[in-house]
């Protein structure tokens, strides 16, 4: 079965700094998709980045990307010139794609980012 | 165009009683999985309709049920309301391919049982 592992209940940034939340997954699937979500306190889940397995190159989403290493199963997520509108919970998620077509998403236990002014 | 929909936003329900959840999706949209949120379980997969279809189930008892409409809108059903399924439950809508791409999320259905 597909897990996904974040090893990090909270984090504190200060604003205008760079923070990185990790993320571990386990799958024995070769095409799969993973996430990044926010959580905000309006609860509202929220899309932050996403990448695609068999695409080698990193996303970026502005201030957002990613560091994607395929083989070590690991998708960390790296947030520069941190904002105070980047506190939230943030969540990595995993979703194969087998068959074509499934959008059964696996979430970690979440990271709870704090930003400091 | 309009976001995903969920109603309603709140509910408070007695246990043993039965509760339906609605989601709307994105126009055009014709995924729609459910997840259930819970300080205990994190957030856990429920199932997914695509045109209608559950297409993917995720390890919850029966109690637990949906369907879709054909306009894509989806409902959930718990019946025999137990404490434990005190939670915010969450609806997704995803594209209109039916291939794995970035969910949308409503803001959520919390639901109390007491």
């Known amino acids: 079965a597909q897990t996904v592992t974040q090893s990090q209940p909270e984090m504190s940034v200060q604003e205008a700094e760079t923070v990185t939340l990790s993320c571990t997954y386990d799958?024995?699937?070769?095409?799969?998709?993973l996430f990044w979500y926010k959580q905000p306190p309006s609860r509202q889940m929220i899309l932050v980045i996403r990448?695609?397995?068999?695409?080698?190159q990193n996303a970026t989403e502005n201030r957002f990307s990613v560091n994607f290493q395929k083989a070590a199963k690991s998708f960390s997520l790296k947030i520069s010139d941190s904002q105070l509108g980047d506190a939230a919970m943030y969540f990595c998620?995993?979703?194969?794609?087998?068959?074509?077509?499934?959008?059964?998403?696996?979430f970690g236990t979440g990271t709870l980012l704090a930003v400091q002014p | 165009k309009a976001g995903v929909t969920q109603t309603p936003r709140y509910l408070i329900k007695t246990r043993g009683q039965q509760v339906t959840l609605s989601c709307s999706p994105i126009?055009?949209?014709?995924?729609v999985s459910w997840y259930q949120q819970t300080p205990g379980q994190g957030l856990q997969f429920l199932f997914e309709?695509?045109?209608?279809?559950?297409?993917n189930k995720g390890n919850f008892p029966g109690r637990f049920s949906g369907r879709q409409f054909s306009n894509s809108r989806s409902e959930m059903n718990v019946s025999t309301l137990e404490l434990g399924d005190s939670a915010l439950y969450l609806c997704?809508?995803?594209?209109?391919?039916?291939?794995?791409?970035?969910?949308?999320f409503g803001q959520g259905t919390r639901l109390t049982v007491v």
């Open positions: 997704a809508s995803s594209g209109t391919t039916g291939v794995a791409t970035e969910a949308f």
């Open positions: 998620a995993y979703c194969a794609l087998y068959g074509g077509a499934t959008n059964k998403l696996i």
């Open positions: 309709y695509f045109s209608e279809t559950q297409r």
């Open positions: 126009s055009g949209h014709r995924s």
């Open positions: 799958t024995s699937e070769s095409d799969y998709y």
């Open positions: 990448q695609e397995a068999y695409k080698q």
